[in-house]
Nanobody, 114 residues
Framework: QVQLVESGGGLVQPGGSLRLSCAAS????????MGWYRQAPGKQRELVAT???????TYADSVKGRFTISRDNAKNTVYLQMNSLKPEDTAVYYC????????WGQGTQVTVSL
């Protein structure tokens, strides 16, 4: 098991930016992949972005060109840089790590509103 702690959520106006961080309890070098999911009220949890240990990334179509996922293995941390935020990006964002099964963080709220 690996413990994941997210931070960086909050309230932002449309067009604004936020950076989410996910700190893992142990070394993440071998965790493959890690990623971010989100869940809006009344909707299913959906994939936002993933990153492999080698740095390969995938993105949901809805966030391509606006969000960037990255990882710093030395700091055991995964980031999600979110730019040009839209109201439809409002959701609870969860960090995910594939390590001996699925591991999830507690979630961090992102609200995009005027």
């Amino acid at each position: 098991q690996v413990q994941l702690v997210e931070s960086g959520g909050g309230l932002v106006q449309p067009g604004g930016s936020l950076r989410l961080s996910c700190a893992a309890s142990g070394t993440i070098f071998s965790i493959n992949p890690m990623g971010w999911y989100r869940q809006a009220p009344g909707k299913q949890r959906e994939l936002v972005a993933t990153i492999t240990s080698g740095g390969s990334t995938t993105y949901a179509d809805s966030v391509k060109g606006r969000f960037t996922i990255s990882r710093d293995n030395a700091k055991n941390t995964v980031y999600l840089q979110m730019n040009s935020l839209k109201p439809e990006d409002t959701a609870v964002y969860y960090c995910y790590a594939n390590y001996r099964g699925a591991n999830w963080g507690q979630g961090t709220q992102v609200t995009v509103s005027l």
